[in-house]
């Protein structure tokens, strides 16, 4: 792809005076216009000249087992929307097929993705689709920390805030050996959903033993299931819960000085459980078993009308958070979007375990779109003239 940096110069210059700042009228402008073509040129969007196939054809074959991981990449990006950059880290991981590369062709790949015009949660697609598509992995993942300026310095300016978003790509998600002695975290308000992210603050003793023995001894993902009511009176004990729950992989870990920790979850499955009472161990475990959807055929106009509803509240969240996306569209089909809008928009936890426990997919659409279609209402009777 040819750059004219020139041109790009002229065109910063035609910039600046449009807003009122002609670079002739003040001495630090006058070479403006130059200096960001040519940051942009050579160091910003240097990117698009780089091709992930080739940095990832220097592989070795190996057999060897267990995920490669790369934490703290630091990364800088540009927002398409705004023109501004955000800046953080980038932890990536795969799970070889029988090539590997060196640890630093992963940083490569990140940046090769991040030096371009692009959303922060399209670069952790693409990273990890790179990783499956030319190295062969068979999983991968790419989890981004972000400190976005089109939220920290523009709209709300929102300082300190940081953006997290997981990607996944390849069959991370077929691990029937993990669901076999499955560690259980129940909650009282939480409805964790597939393909949704999770994060979690472990503080009870149990729970910090159930954390500690996912990181060290596997399986490094564990179930949230919902508290039956009433659960109150044995919350110490093994109170009441819901049997079909969401599936999560640890895609982040941190361990604080107080023996807390911080946990990022990233949705994999609805499963049913089948508890296992294993005394020998402080917190719950249970065989899981996936729940596939039935009634898969759900009429376009349905999942349609699902979408529209959900892009009109999108619509009102822009108004004070002008960078919230809706996360999935109608190619990725029926479930995929309703457990996407579901999670982002019903914040009633009977209503989502509803939504969770609905394997008719057509059904479950009409669920999410009667929640939806709700909070449209209430906020168009919110903002109508008294």
């Known amino acids: 792809m040819s750059v004219d940096v020139e041109a790009a110069a002229r065109a910063i210059d035609a910039f600046l005076a449009a807003l009122g700042h002609p670079p002739q009228s003040d001495p630090e402008l006058r070479d403006t216009g130059r200096r960001v073509a040519e940051a942009y040129a050579h160091e910003l969007l240097t990117g698009y000249a780089e091709d992930p196939a080739v940095i990832l054809a220097d592989a070795t074959a190996s057999d ?25 880290v980038a932890h990536v991981g ?34 990890a689709d790179a990783l499956v598509r030319h190295l062969g992995a068979k999983a991968a993942g790419c989890a981004l920390d972000l400190s976005p300026t089109c939220m920290t310095a523009r709209g709300e300016r929102e300082h300190g805030a940081r953006a997290v978003s997981v990607a996944f790509a390849g069959d991370a998600d077929d691990a029937p050996e993990e669901l076999e002695n499955l560690p259980v975290f129940p909650l009282p308000r939480v409805v964790f959903f597939p393909g949704s992210v999770l994060p979690l603050h472990l503080f009870e003793p149990r729970y910090r033993a159930m954390i500690e023995h996912c990181v060290t001894k596997g399986p490094r993902a564990f179930a ?41 979850l990233q949705g994999l499955h609805r499963v049913s459980l089948d508890e296992i009472h294993d005394e020998s161990l402080p917190f719950r475990t249970a065989k899981a078993t996936v729940l596939e959807p ?11 009308a699902l979408m529209a509803c959900a892009t009109q509240v999108a619509q009102v969240v822009r108004q004070q958070h002008p960078e919230f996306q809706l996360g999935t569209s109608l190619a ?3 479930s995929k979007v309703a457990d996407t809008i579901a999670d982002r ?9 509803a939504i969770l426990e609905a394997l ?27």
């Open 332 to 334: 990725e089909g029926a």
């Open 345 to 353: 928009f019903v914040a009633v936890p009977e209503t989502r375990q």
């Open 224 to 264: 949230v299931t919902l508290l039956q009511p009433g659960f109150e009176a044995a919350y110490e004990g093994r109170p009441a819960i819901r049997t079909i729950a969401g599936v999560g992989r640890i895609v982040a870990h941190e361990a604080q000085r107080d023996g807390t920790h911080d946990v990022l």
């Open 294 to 304: 039935t009634n898969v055929d759900v009429p376009m106009g349905e999942l349609q």
């Open 64 to 88: 060897a087992p267990g995920l490669v991981v790369v934490t703290d990449v630091s990364v800088t990006t540009m927002c398409p929307h705004h023109l501004l950059p955000a800046s953080g």
């Open 94 to 127: 795969y799970l070889p097929g029988d090539r590997v590369v060196g640890l630093g062709a992963l940083a490569r790949v990140v940046q090769c993705f991040a030096r371009r015009l692009i959303l922060q949660e399209d670069l952790g697609a693409k990273v």
């Open 360 to 386: 008719d997919l057509r059904e479950r659409v009409g669920l999410v779109t009667d929640a939806v279609g709700g909070l449209l209402a209430m906020l168009a009777s919110r903002d109508a003239p008294s």
